[in-house]
């Protein structure tokens, strides 16, 4: 198949391009697009045959199931059996945005979609781009990240591309991702709402708005994650990860430079290419190796956006170890700790 490639403003996307893309999707074919997270996999959400080749696309297991994408509160109504009162406030204040909530579903959402739960995952992404490419393909997109299964999630469409060109139809380019990290993720079939995927928006955010928030335990314990199920099944995967061995050195700043400085001498005197991953406060410290700055601990949005870029581009280079400085800043770092930490396998070296 031949993948077609265009670059669209995101600001006002060509409605030309936006009506050929939607008519793909309501043909059954599929449309990578970006949100504001991550770059997304599009297939018509209540087509069976559509969920059946993403699920082909991205080698990824059916029973892993895939977040509809809705444009209009309305679009809810018809896929979610009950909405809570928390699910309104909390899509009143940030939808559209980086939410995903779950619901029960109803009949109308093929097991397909919901990789056989009986719940829904939906999320109204804040994006021009994808925001009519929604309404163009009738209301329900299920979309994914637009990765091969276990890659980096894609924050530029050339990620798309690497990975997904000849398997799909299409692929909208509206330049880099603004958060970066996908989308935070509350479930709302129990009485007290639970986070499953930490995000964009923090538990601190959550409560603001809900009051008591549930985090699932497979988040807090990623060692424990090999024993609890986590209850998004995705978040159970081997996932983001690079070619290259990943570690990640966590303790107080001097530490972890000395530390990582040592591993890599020791690495390089063993012949392997060695990348390592700092913040901007630290990068100078490793300036004798390849090192890739991430951003400053000070606002961490530019880590959020820049980490799975900064993965794959060590992916390219053919890097055979990377030593990875730890990033629990206080506004995002559970979101970008739960991605590095899976990344590496969770090998973490404390000194
Ligand atoms: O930011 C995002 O959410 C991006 C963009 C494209 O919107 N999408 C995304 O999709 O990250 P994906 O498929 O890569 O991750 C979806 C996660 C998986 O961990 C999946 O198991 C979980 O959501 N999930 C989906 N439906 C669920 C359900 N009914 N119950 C529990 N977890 C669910
Ligand atoms: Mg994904």
């Known amino acids: 198949m031949e993948t077609e490639y265009i670059k669209l403003d995101s600001a006002s996307p060509d409605p030309e391009v936006i009506g050929r893309a939607g008519d793909i999707l309501k043909r059954g074919g599929l449309v990578a ?65 980086p939410l995903t909530m779950i619901f029960n579903k109803k009949d109308i959402v093929p097991d397909a979609t919901s990789g056989g739960l009986p719940t829904v995952a939906v999320r109204m992404p804040n994006h021009p781009i994808a925001l009519e490419l929604i309404r163009a393909a009738g209301g329900y997109i299920a979309a994914p990240s637009a990765n091969t299964s276990g890659r980096p999630s894609p924050t530029i469409a050339e990620h ?97 430079v000395d530390r990582i400085l040592e591993l890599a001498a020791q690495s390089s005197r063993e012949g392997k290419s060695v990348g390592i991953i700092a913040a901007d406060e630290t990068a100078e410290f490793y300036k004798d190796y390849d090192v890739k700055n991430i951003g400053s601990r000070e606002t961490d949005k530019e880590i959020a956006r820049r980490l799975f870029r900064v993965l794959r581009e060590f992916d390219d280079e053919g890097t055979d170890v990377i030593l990875s400085e730890s990033f629990e800043t206080p506004r995002m770092g559970q979101a970008i700790m739960n991605r590095l930490l899976k990344a590496a396998g969770h090998r973490v070296i404390c000194v």
């Open 33 to 97: 697009f970006p949100t504001e997270t991550v770059y997304g996999l599009g297939g018509d959400a209540l087509n069976t045959e559509a969920a059946r080749k993403i699920y082909e696309a991205k080698g990824r297991p059916s029973n892993n199931p895939l977040i509809v994408h809705i444009a209009d509160m309305e679009h809810l109504e018809a896929i979610a059996a009950e909405i809570p009162e928390k699910a309104r406030k909390l899509a009143a204040v940030w939808w559209p945005g």
């Open 160 to 256: 798309v591309r690497e990975d997904l060109d000849g398997k799909i139809d299409m692929i909208l380019d509206g330049g880099e991702v603004r958060i970066g990290l996908e989308s935070t993720i509350v479930d709302f079939t129990d009485e007290i709402p639970m986070l499953l995927r930490p995000g964009y928006i923090n538990m601190e955010k959550l409560e603001e708005i809900l009051g008591e928030v549930l985090i699932d335990p497979a988040i807090l314990d990623e060692n424990a994650s090999r024993n609890i199920r986590p209850k998004a099944p995705g978040m159970m995967y081997r996932h983001y990860a690079p070619k290259a061995q990943l570690t990640i050195v966590e303790g107080g700043e001097k530490e972890v």
